[in-house]
């Protein structure tokens, strides 16, 4: 009826007016949130399947507002590219990132890489390669204790652009991986386009791995190609003993998840690392 109809727009245009607004509010309280040191980083351990063994960890951006509370990253990720904090924000992440990693490696162990999101922007940001190799300098970090995570949204633009950074950066050392790989759509091609040394097979095949057969062959298959590429292999969002016996079966090098565990603060992800409890 018209009345009907007549609720629904005003329903929908409230709706959208809660959406507006609480964006404004996020990009408001985002403003200063680096300074008020709103923002932490967690960790998740990256598992080599063979061994078990904790080779590294997945550097994972956390904000806390006073007012807000937690905001997902899903949440305001997305806001903070819109709007370019993500580069300064980038920045901070690099810095604690490589700043934790270098107590983690005199600490405790031996090899330690850390990997780290980078977003579109701070893919084009033209101080990234030589902020980054400042951070490993001053850091006393090489090269190869650094994963940068990139997705599709990176690869678009100057093909000629991407393969000389991917060079600069490679050149050091630092290893770039495919995040959420057959995730978008042209996976395969960026494969063929680009040199990667590391390929995360994205979690929704791990979230199909039960209910549907088609999952498991597409990730025996992936495996099978990175390798015939020479490039490793990271499953993530393992959650299940079928899984990560599926993935040791098929010769995935490394898996990440709740299996294992959830990204955690610094002070518990240490913990974790000095009793390395998966081997
Ligand atoms: P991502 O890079 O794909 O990160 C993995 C996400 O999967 C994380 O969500 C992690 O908590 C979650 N996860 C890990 N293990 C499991 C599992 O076993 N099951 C399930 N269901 N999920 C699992 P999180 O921390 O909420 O981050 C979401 C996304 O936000 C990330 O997805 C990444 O795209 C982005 N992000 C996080 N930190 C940063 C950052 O520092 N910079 C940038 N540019 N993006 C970031
Ligand atoms: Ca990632
Ligand atoms: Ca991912
Ligand atoms: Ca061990």
Redesign the pocket.
């Known amino acids: 009826s018209k009345n009907q109809g007549r609720n629904a727009y005003h329903f929908f245009t409230e709706g959208m007016n809660a959406g507006v607004k609480r964006r404004l509010m996020l990009e408001e309280k985002m403003h200063g949130a680096i300074s008020r040191d709103e923002f932490s980083l967690h960790y998740q351990p990256v598992i080599e399947v063979n061994t078990g063994n904790i080779i590294g960890a997945?550097a994972l951006l956390r904000w806390k507002n006073p007012s807000l509370g937690q905001v997902s990253p899903e949440e305001f990720i997305p806001i903070a590219e819109q709007t370019g904090l993500i580069v300064p924000i980038g920045y901070y992440v690099l810095n604690e990132a490589l700043k934790a990693t270098s107590t983690w490696i005199v600490k405790y162990r031996g090899p330690f890489n850390i990997?780290v999101?980078l977003s579109p922007l701070q893919f084009k940001d033209p101080k990234l390669i030589n902020t980054v190799k400042r951070l490993l300098d001053q850091y006393n970090l090489s090269g190869n204790s650094l994963s940068l995570?990139i997705t599709e949204g990176v690869l678009l633009g100057s093909k000629h652009y991407i393969r000389q950074a991917f060079a600069d950066i490679q050149s050091m050392g630092i290893k770039i991986s495919m995040?959420d790989f057959g995730k978008g759509y042209s996976s395969l091609n960026y494969l063929r386009q680009h040199t990667f040394n590391t390929l995360?097979i994205d979690r929704s095949f791990m979230q199909d791995f039960e209910r549907d057969k088609t999952a498991p062959a597409l990730i025996n298959a992936t495996i099978a190609m990175a390798h015939a590429l020479d490039v490793e292999v990271i499953a993530e969002g393992v959650e299940t003993q079928a899984q990560i016996d599926y993935l040791t079966e098929n010769s995935c090098d490394y898996a990440q998840g709740y299996l294992f565990s959830k990204p955690l603060p610094h002070a518990e992800f240490e913990q974790l690392l000095c009793l390395d409890e998966f081997s």
Do not use: G, I, S
């Open positions: 997945e990997a999101n995570e995040d995360k």
